[in-house]
């Protein structure tokens, strides 16, 4: 009987023991929990603000363009299309009179909202300036010339005759622009004109990131 006794007292000990365990790691599990909770608020509250100045961005650049009767398509993520026939003749990646006095009115601009603000400045990772063509015709043809006009368009944006409203503006701009030649690798197989183009595209700070919060919030 004493045994017995000893016997179980050990187990009402140890089974004490465990229970304080498990209410020890269930309140961590609910700390933690709630440490989440708190911290992916926070992320949303975040990435909203992000959203909220990368919108007014894009809206001050809209604007801007709009005010200046430059006319370039400019859709709600900031990007910015010149058609083929706005900056250059067929084939061609020279720019034409047309195409050197758009850039010339354009460049000032663009680059006085961009860079209007250290908030603006802090969200643009980079400008990517792509050339586009159709798919008609050979592929690799096409790519030399979305590539050398590309970089027509960036001596163009930076030419004597283009007179930058701040002189940093000019150096901000160059810092962040890279012509890339993207050729008739997202043309429809389908021979479209509005796929000859060229575009200018800002990537955002952070924008794979916010990306998935965004995914993870829906």
């Known amino acids: 009987m004493f045994e017995s006794s000893e016997i179980s007292e050990e187990e009402d000990s140890a089974a004490g023991v465990w229970l304080s365990i498990g209410d020890l790691m269930s309140g961590l599990m609910f700390f933690f929990a709630l440490l989440f909770i708190a ?45 083929e026939e706005m900056l250059f003749t067929r084939n061609s ?39 586009h063509t159709s798919s008609e015709g050979q592929e690799m043809y096409n790519l030399g010339l979305s590539l050398r006009r590309a970089q027509s368009v960036a001596e163009g944006l930076f030419a004597d005759t283009v007179d930058y409203h701040l002189p940093e503006h000019e150096a901000q701009l160059k810092n962040k622009l ?5 050729g008739p690798w997202d043309a429809s197989e389908e021979v479209k004109p509005s796929d000859r183009k060229v575009v200018l595209r800002i990537q955002f700070r952070g924008q794979d990131f916010l990306s998935f919060l965004q995914a993870s919030s829906t």
């Open 93 to 131: 990646a020279r720019l034409s009179p047309q195409g050197v006095e758009l850039l010339r009115q354009f460049g000032p601009i663009y680059a006085e909202v961009i860079f209007s603000s250290p908030e603006f400045t802090e969200e643009v990772s980079r400008i990517v300036l792509e050339g």
């Open 178 to 182: 890279y012509p890339a030649g993207r």
């Open 39 to 83: 911290v992916l608020a926070q992320l949303q509250d975040h990435r909203e603000q992000i959203v909220t100045r990368r919108t007014a961005l894009v809206q001050a650049l809209t604007d801007a363009l709009q005010e200046n009767h430059i006319e370039v398509e400019a859709n709600e993520d900031g990007e910015i299309v010149f058609k």
